[in-house]
């Protein structure tokens, strides 16, 4: 089993190139709306907000201050190329599943960053934190990959110990 308690900021290399991984806080929103500004309008289609809005970047900083969402950043040279998000749904009858968000810029993929920013999360997940509503201790996750890189999609989820869910 991966450690679950990792210490951030860290650094991860990814085919060679040195990434910093840390907590998103509220001092990435401006990053994180570069960021998302230079994402393809087709990575964010499948998303369930429309997170190009400044409405729905400040609820997603909010989140993470009131321990509702836990999300990390990856930055090369200081410049956000990658960031994920554990959401759980509190007033839904599951609010123990969670759902992870991961966007890797272009420019970045097949690098092995999502695969990191991925592992990383879920270790956040899974770690024994008390109640699941807290940010932790998600213990069954399972892949459902709307956009991106399929092709190592299998191989990247066994690394992560997760099985994979057929849509619907």
Same mark, same amino acid.
Not at 83 to 93: F, G, N
Not at 95 to 109: A, D, F, N
Not at 156 to 164: E, I, L
């Given at each position: 089993?991966?450690? @679950?308690? !990792? *210490?951030?900021?860290?650094? %991860?290399? =990814? ?9 998103? &806080? ?46 990390? @950043?990856? !930055? *090369?040279?200081?410049?956000? %190329?990658? =960031? ?9 009858? &599951? ?48 892949? !459902? ?24």
């Amino acid at each position: 089993m991966n450690d @679950v308690s !990792r *210490e951030y900021p860290r650094t %991860v290399s =990814c085919n060679g190139a040195t990434m910093e991984l840390r907590l998103m &806080s509220s001092d990435d929103a401006a990053d994180l709306k570069t960021f998302i500004a230079s994402l393809p309008e087709h990575d964010l289609l499948f998303l369930s907000r429309d997170i190009t809005h400044p409405k729905v970047i400040e609820a997603w900083i909010a989140a993470i201050a009131e321990g509702r969402v836990k999300s990390l @950043v990856a !930055r *090369e040279n200081g410049v956000i %190329v990658g =960031c994920t998000a554990i959401v759980l749904h509190e007033l839904s009858w &599951s609010r123990h599943v969670g759902e992870l968000r991961v966007l890797v810029s272009p420019s970045w993929r097949g690098w092995g960053l999502g695969t990191s920013v991925t592992i990383d999360e879920s270790d956040c997940a899974r770690a024994p934190c008390g109640d699941v509503t807290q940010g932790g201790g998600i213990p069954w996750m399972a892949v !459902r990959q709307y956009a991106g890189r399929h092709d190592r999609h299998a191989s990247d989820s066994a690394k992560m110990g997760v099985r994979r869910l057929e849509a619907r």
